[in-house]
């Protein structure tokens, strides 16, 4: 499971732009997953080898009582809650302020790490950032988040403050491994009772109210000598409908549960069709590179034009799961549920698919003779061979020249061409190009 980092602050002093910088995305601030308010937003991040969830929240006024600002101060509180590790953002440039005196208290009152960024120290002296010793909390990191000055010191310090988190799951046991699955999709499309139909007796709670489950639930059973684990998570709201505080930190929790998958069921509701939270939360998906199968739920209550819509609405708005499995059940019924477990089966089996490099390379040298990559000026992007650099999502690194200047789509007909001839049904698959260095370069440039 990866560790959660909670950028805290008062209002301008560059929280958002360290998210951007840490997420490697403006997308990221864009990308309102379900159940969160336009001042907290979810990205994923890496540093170096180690990947981390970071939440970026708005301008802290912990003393507010009414209003915006309260509002903002308890998502602010809630991002603290959630997290492994605070990292608190203060302004060299305006120095100490009695906000910054308010927040440093509360965060001592929270129990977890803090990490003291001062921002905006570029051409300031030391004096400057020691003179916020005086909030108590860690030894004050000067930083330029707009730049990058000491971004990556202080997320190093950051993540070697989180606990680890150890795996109350084993991936294997006597049998085989065991493929966690994760159930996610909106509240009240039916994730619970889905659970309860696969594992044969009622293990959740199932009731007919949005945000009975406020925790990742993980459950063993075992279908056909296969072992599962699956993870119920709570339902992930439509902004602007979470009122409650304690159901504020389910959505950490779902992020969560998405990344520590072997394979996630994406659940929508027949009924009420596939809402812009179904796509915010599908990209997440994606972009985690799970293997992936989609269940449209309470299909026996639909009628003809609702069924219609639901795969018009499936088709515009998810078309980039194309790779995925689609499953019409009913959870209440049990109609469709062990034709969804296939699924999980057949999604699994071709994320963890070992892809041996000579075909691999047979496949790239087919794709090339029916269709080049697009020149770029005078050169012609050239592709020599292909091996697999990786599993859960497949990944393709294929060697050439100047491959740097492939398109996009081309990338993205390359990616369907392997995943047709290898039948990768349920997966995403990525490639990786890498252009060999010409060894003669140096010497060339030198006559």
């Known amino acids: 499971m990866l560790p959660t980092l909670a950028l805290v602050g008062r209002p301008n002093v560059g929280k958002s ?34 990947e981390f969830l970071v939440v970026d929240t708005g ?10 600002l309260f509002e903002m101060a308890k998502q602010a509180k809630a991002a603290i809650a959630e997290s492994d590790a605070v990292i608190f953002i203060v302004d060299a440039r305006e120095g100490v302020t009695p906000q910054d005196h308010a927040i440093a208290t509360l965060l001592r009152r929270q129990g977890r790490p803090v990490i003291l960024a001062v921002n905006k120290s570029e051409g300031l002296g030391p ?35 989180c606990a ?10 006597e049998g085989g491994r065991r493929i966690k699955v994760a159930v996610v999709g909106r509240p009240n499309v039916g994730k619970s009772t889905l659970v309860n139909a696969l ?34 998570t709570a339902g992930v709201r439509r902004r602007g409908k979470v009122s409650e505080t304690v159901e504020k930190f389910s959505v950490i929790k779902t992020l969560q549960a998405i990344e520590d998958a072997n394979v996630v069921i994406l659940l929508l509701d027949a009924l009420d069709g596939i809402s812009e939270q179904d796509a915010h939360l599908a990209g997440h998906i994606l972009e985690a590179g799970r293997a992936l199968v989609v269940g449209i739920n309470k299909w026996d209550a639909a009628d003809d034009e609702q069924r219609a819509s639901a795969k018009r ?28 477990l296939r699924g999980v089966d057949h999604a699994y089996t071709a994320a963890t698919a070992r892809l041996p490099t000579p075909r691999l390379t047979r496949t790239l ?30 990944l393709v690194v294929v060697h050439g020249s100047a491959l740097s200047r492939v398109p996009d789509s081309y990338r993205r007909y390359l990616e369907h061409f392997f995943r047709d001839t290898f039948q990768l049904r349920g997966t995403p698959l990525r490639i990786q190009f890498k252009t060999g260095v010409n060894p003669y370069a140096d010497s060339t440039a030198r006559r």
Not at 17 to 37: E, H, I, M, Q, Y
Not at 135 to 158: K, M, T
């Open 313 to 340: 609405e499936l088709a515009r708005k998810l078309a980039f799961l194309d790779f995925a499995e689609q499953h019409t059940i009913s959870a209440r019924e049990r109609r469709g549920v062990d034709a969804l």
């Open 164 to 173: 680890p988190i150890e795996d109350d799951e084993p991936d294997a046991d």
């Open 59 to 68: 301008g802290f006024e912990p003393v507010a009582t009414s209003g915006i």
């Open 127 to 161: 004096e400057r950032i020691a003179e916020f010793h005086e909030l108590g909390l860690s030894e004050p990191l000067p930083i330029s988040a707009a730049h990058g000055e000491n971004v990556r010191d202080l997320v190093d310090i950051a993540l070697d403050q």
């Open 17 to 50: 732009t360290l998210f951007n910088r840490l997420t490697k995305s403006r997308n990221a601030l864009v990308a309102d997953f379900p159940g969160l308010t336009r001042d907290r937003h979810y990205g994923r991040a890496r540093a170096g080898e180690r």
């Open 365 to 394: 040298q087919l794709a090339v003779e029916r269709q080049q990559p697009p020149r770029a000026g005078m050169v012609r992007p050239k592709m020599r061979y292909a091996h697999q650099g990786g599993m859960n999502p497949p």
């Open 199 to 232: 594992l044969g007796e009622e293990r959740v709670i199932a009731f007919d109210e949005p945000g009975t489950t406020r925790d990742a639930i993980h459950l063993d059973f075992e279908r056909a000598d296969r072992r599962y684990t699956l993870i119920d």
